[in-house]
């Protein structure tokens, strides 16, 4: 089985946000089930110079853009046993950010047309194309329709994989005929128009013979119109080939027993360790230390999506009348920002604010806290809650996405469940939930349980790899 990944980032040489840890740890995973996966993505400037010297130069030529032509480069570099693949134009991605610019519509199609023009370069004939978001939506479109009379692409197979719905690369549709090079009956029939603009996720979605996200209930939520973006009709009509497939995490990567961030190490019969790094953490962000006060935490982007307005709503009653410590990660709407460091100003000492991102900074955290809260809006799949539960702190999260597939409500009864949930997007219901999880917490053996269950619970890569790969296989054979 050959695969080539196609993605806008990918770990160790891009982040800024879930997509690259994905499209850096499931290849990998993949590897071990004996799928010839490769990635493909554009060659930023901001890669590392230790990793742009070790790549071998393979192809130059030029790329046709609609009306004009383009240089196009080709670099590779084998990475933990994956191959990959770097697209080269430096006008376009050596930049200093990879998003947000005016000629992103460019940028990506070039990128996506590239990948498919590029593989005769690569002498890498896939059986199946999987390419992930709006940035390479396009490949499953310039596949249809530029390469049909070639018969070494006829058979290549597509799966598309949404990772958040609410990015779609909506561009003016005038880049229809500057951009694109498309003839306008694409954009007439609607498969690439959306509300008089042109959508690159619509297509992406419209052409591929698969679709995935990244959880089984976001896959059944974006059918809905709270959710769908005003895509849920297509979605719908894709019912029959839309898949969810939660996304895992790199145990090599995310391992309390060998983290070098921690200030101690440990695994789950090793639990005072933990306290130890508790103690070490309330002692570097200025916290007074105690072994059982109960510490919240929150890492993630401040954005409404994430449920901050939960959090804003009743995190002030929640500190005076509980014993708690409460510590924010994150970046992200000044309005967020300004109010968890109101909050922190309002309750000194049993508040740390930390408005920006440091990675060594959230590991601690993840293995310094007792609680996890992640009230969110909605959540395709989520990493914070997996990340947290693999180091033994609890989450608390609304049941929706992959939240719900990930976090089990703790019976104290069965002594069953990972996590304590909550259904409605409430406030309360918020505040109920993280006093259930307190008031376990103040049962020493009955936390013990709930950390032992969370901590067994296997988020790794493996069952997820397994899942695609039989995808793939119904694919490769449609």
């Known amino acids: 089985m050959k695969v080539l990944y196609v993605a806008s980032e990918a770990?160790?040489?891009?982040?800024?946000?879930?997509?690259?840890?994905?499209?850096?740890?499931?290849?990998?995973?993949?590897?071990?089930?004996?799928?010839?996966?490769?990635?493909?993505?554009?060659?930023?400037?901001?890669?590392?110079?230790?990793?742009?010297?070790?790549?071998?130069?393979?192809?130059?030529?030029?790329?046709?853009?609609?009306?004009?032509?383009?240089?196009?480069?080709?670099?590779?570099?084998?990475?933990?046993?994956?191959?990959?693949y770097f697209v080269d134009n430096q006008e376009y991605y050596n930049r200093e950010g990879f998003y947000g610019y005016d000629d992103d519509a460019e940028r990506f199609s070039f990128f996506s047309r590239a990948v498919l023009n590029l593989l005769p370069a690569m002498d890498f004939w896939p059986d199946v194309i999987h390419s992930n978001d709006w940035h390479a939506g396009l490949v499953n479109v310039f596949l249809k329709l530029e390469h049909m009379d070639d018969e070494r692409y006829q058979k290549i197979k597509t799966l598309y994989t949404i990772h958040n719905l609410k990015y779609q690369g909506v561009f003016p549709k005038n880049v229809m005929e500057d951009v694109l090079g498309l003839d306008w009956k694409y954009f007439n029939n609607g498969d690439l128009e959306f509300y008089d603009a042109v959508n690159f996720m619509k297509g992406g979605i419209i052409y591929a013979d698969y679709v995935s996200t990244v959880s089984k209930t976001y896959a059944q939520e974006i059918q809905y119109e709270y959710f769908g973006e005003h895509l849920d009709g297509l979605l719908r009509s894709r019912?029959?080939?839309?898949?969810?497939?939660?996304?895992?995490?790199?145990?090599?990567?995310?391992?309390?027993?060998?983290?070098?961030?921690?200030?101690?190490?440990?695994?789950v019969d090793s639990q005072d360790r933990k306290m130890d790094n508790k103690v070490a953490l309330q002692?570097?962000?200025?916290?007074?230390?105690?072994?059982?006060?109960?510490?919240?935490?929150?890492?993630?982007?401040?954005?409404?999506?994430?449920?901050?307005?939960?959090?804003?709503?009743?995190?002030?009653?929640?500190?005076?009348?509980?014993?708690?410590?409460?510590?924010?990660?994150?970046?992200?709407?000044?309005?967020?920002?300004?109010?968890?460091?109101g909050l922190a100003w309002r309750f000194p000492h049993k508040v740390s604010g930390n408005i920006k991102f440091s990675n060594e900074l959230a590991q601690r955290i993840y293995a310094g806290a007792d609680i996890f809260l992640m009230p969110s809006n909605y959540e395709p799949c989520g990493i914070g809650q997996i990340v947290a539960m693999r180091y033994g702190t609890i989450p608390v999260v609304r049941e929706t996405g992959g939240l719900k597939d990930t976090v089990q409500q703790y019976d104290k009864y069965t002594q069953t469940g990972n996590g304590f949930v909550f259904s409605d997007y409430n406030a309360h219901e918020m505040m109920?939930?993280?006093?259930?999880?307190?008031?376990?917490?103040?049962?020493?053996?009955?936390?013990?349980?709930?950390?032992?269950?969370?901590?067994?619970?296997?988020?790794?890569?493996d069952n997820s790899a397994k899942e695609y790969k039989k995808l793939y296989e119904q694919l490769a054979n449609k």
Request: charged letters at 30%.
């Open 11 to 84: 770990v160790p040489f891009v982040k800024t946000g879930g997509l690259a840890d994905v499209a850096g740890s499931l290849p990998k995973a993949l590897l071990k089930e004996d799928v010839d996966i490769r990635v493909i993505m554009p060659k930023y400037g901001a890669i590392a110079k230790e990793f742009v010297d070790q790549m071998e130069h393979v192809y130059d030529g030029e790329l046709e853009v609609a009306w004009r032509s383009k240089y196009v480069g080709l670099d590779k570099l084998v990475y933990n046993n994956v191959t990959y």
């Open 432 to 461: 109920y939930a993280l006093k259930r999880a307190l008031s376990s917490y103040e049962n020493y053996e009955e936390w013990n349980h709930i950390v032992h269950n969370a901590m067994a619970t296997d988020f790794s890569w």
């Open 239 to 267: 019912r029959d080939d839309l898949f969810g497939i939660v996304n895992g995490i790199d145990y090599d990567v995310y391992n309390p027993m060998t983290d070098k961030n921690l200030f101690e190490t440990y695994d």
């Open 283 to 341: 002692k570097m962000l200025g916290l007074p230390e105690g072994r059982r006060t109960p510490v919240v935490a929150l890492v993630s982007r401040l954005v409404a999506a994430k449920g901050l307005d939960l959090i804003v709503r009743m995190m002030d009653e929640i500190l005076m009348h509980e014993d708690i410590q409460f510590i924010v990660l994150g970046t992200g709407d000044k309005e967020y920002e300004d109010w968890f460091k």
